[in-house]
């Protein structure tokens, strides 16, 4: 899957007929595969090309940008609130961000939701059963955010001003210690 800006459609490629089939998509600017689904965001909504080749729109707040699958939401990062679209019930619940923004997002399979923002320096985190949010500053370490992922014990994050990848250890209590800068060629991992 991948996205023509130019001419606003994702394509997919059928590899067992070297095909590629066109979807009609204007603005979508991320995808990310979930539930069987291809799923987009992009000016100002979020979207899904389901296996049959269906392709259906939601309404979503916010400005959706990256998204992540917790097995059966799809969560965003909405520049000033992170968003949670419930497929079940196709039911959107929204988190606001106070004077903080995102449009990067991960999830630890433990029910946190993490995010940032591109060219940033704070990590924040979403306690999805409490709606809780905390952030904290990554300045010492991180100049430039890139990306983002996360494990069950580490954050990892990309820094496109030094270049480097970080991978922070989580303790028990949630707290980050930093446990291995890879400064190998991250120039091209930054993607």
Avoid: C
């Amino acid at each position: 899957w991948f996205i023509a800006r130019d001419e606003n459609r994702i394509y997919s490629l059928e590899p067992k007929t070297d095909t590629f089939v066109a979807y009609e998509v204007a603005g979508a600017e991320y995808i990310e595969w979930a539930d069987d689904s291809l799923w987009f965001s992009g000016e100002g909504g979020l979207g899904q090309i389901t296996a049959e080749g269906q392709v259906q729109e939601y309404d979503a707040p916010g400005e959706p940008a990256a998204m992540v699958w917790d097995g059966s939401s799809l969560w965003y990062a909405g520049g000033t609130l992170i968003g949670r679209f419930d497929a079940a019930s196709e039911q959107m619940s929204t988190y606001p961000l106070e004077s903080k923004t995102a449009d990067r997002i991960a999830t630890d399979g433990l029910k946190n939701i993490w995010f940032g923002s591109q060219g940033g320096t704070e990590l924040g985190v979403l306690q999805s059963d409490s709606g809780q949010i905390s952030t904290r500053s990554m300045a010492a370490v991180v100049e430039n955010l890139y990306w983002l992922a996360v494990g069950t014990d580490q954050v990892w994050m990309s820094d496109s001003e030094s270049k480097f990848i970080y991978a922070f250890s989580l303790t028990p209590s949630g707290e980050l210690s930093l446990s291995i800068p890879l400064d190998s060629q991250a120039d091209h991992l930054l993607a």
